[in-house]
């Protein structure tokens, strides 16, 4: 109804923050964080970022202007009940996400290589027709780094998600098990937009971050052979974005017959 039908619901401040709007609060404090702490050179090293940690407001100041910049909640709401308890839990997360990120920069900082925030909540768009169809796909990317040249496309995810969830065998799976996959297809089409905006040097990853799983580190989409395998390849080619590319035209040429009706997908 918002995208196509360009119905907008009257913005209203919630009285108890929704699971969305906790979620883009989350995003929208660790945008300002990174967006500061990258802008010089857009290297991040992990000094930097422990000397961000060690002063507590800084995280304090980020969540409030993030609360500044969404337009259904307001920082009176955040003193007292659900939404205060939301509020403190906003810090733990931002502040538990930083922690994992010193970590896996001390990681690669062992073996010689260095971590470049490429990019912060890149939108982007493209245009393509399937079947004599004309369609706008557009997307926003969390977070793009470049680790020694090699792209790694991000996206964080406030819940819970498994490796499961990016681990794929059939790309029908795609379309048949959007439940589960839908978190695979979404970084595809990250993946798929960014090469389309300017070719991308091969091969690549691309992944989910959970906050709720981060002991489980950066979620890679991974093409298995099958169910059985444990590992599978991680590496993003222009032979995995053709097949994605495959199971996208089958969807836009479902989403466009009339005689199908629309069901809103349950998550």
């Not at 909540?121 to 040249?149: C, F, P, Q, T």
Request: hydrophobic share 35%; with cysteine; net charge negative.
């Amino acid at each position: 109804f918002q995208y196509i039908a360009k119905f907008r619901e009257d913005d209203e401040v919630e009285e108890t923050l929704a699971a969305n709007t906790f979620g883009t609060l989350v995003h929208e404090a660790l945008d300002i964080i990174y967006k500061k702490l990258s802008s010089k050179n857009k290297f991040i090293d992990a000094v930097r970022l422990e000397r961000f940690l060690k002063r507590k407001e800084n995280i304090v100041e980020a969540i409030d202007l993030a609360v500044k910049d969404t337009d259904n909640i307001n920082l009176n709401q955040l003193n007292d009940g659900k939404n205060k308890l939301l509020y403190e839990v906003s810090k733990l997360l931002v502040e538990s996400f930083i922690k994992f990120d010193v970590g896996r920069i001390k990681s690669l900082e062992k073996d010689g290589k260095q971590l470049k925030i490429e990019s912060l909540e890149d939108s982007m768009a493209y245009h393509l027709e399937v079947n004599g169809l004309k369609v706008r796909m557009n997307g926003k990317a969390d977070r793009i780094d470049e680790i020694d040249g090699e792209i790694q496309i991000i996206d964080y995810k406030t819940g819970k998600v498994d490796s499961s969830q990016v681990s794929i065998v059939d790309w029908e799976d795609l379309n048949t098990d959007y439940k589960k996959y839908s978190k695979s297809f979404q970084i595809l089409a990250y993946a798929y937009m960014m090469n389309v905006k300017k070719p991308l040097n091969f091969p690549i990853e691309a992944g989910v971050i959970s906050f709720k799983n981060l002991n489980s580190g950066f979620l890679k989409f991974t093409k298995k052979e099958d169910s059985r395998t444990r590992k599978g390849d991680s590496f993003i080619t222009q032979d995995t974005l053709i097949s994605y590319f495959e199971e996208l035209k089958k969807l836009i040429i479902e989403i466009c017959n009339p005689e199908i009706n629309f069901i809103e997908k349950e998550l």
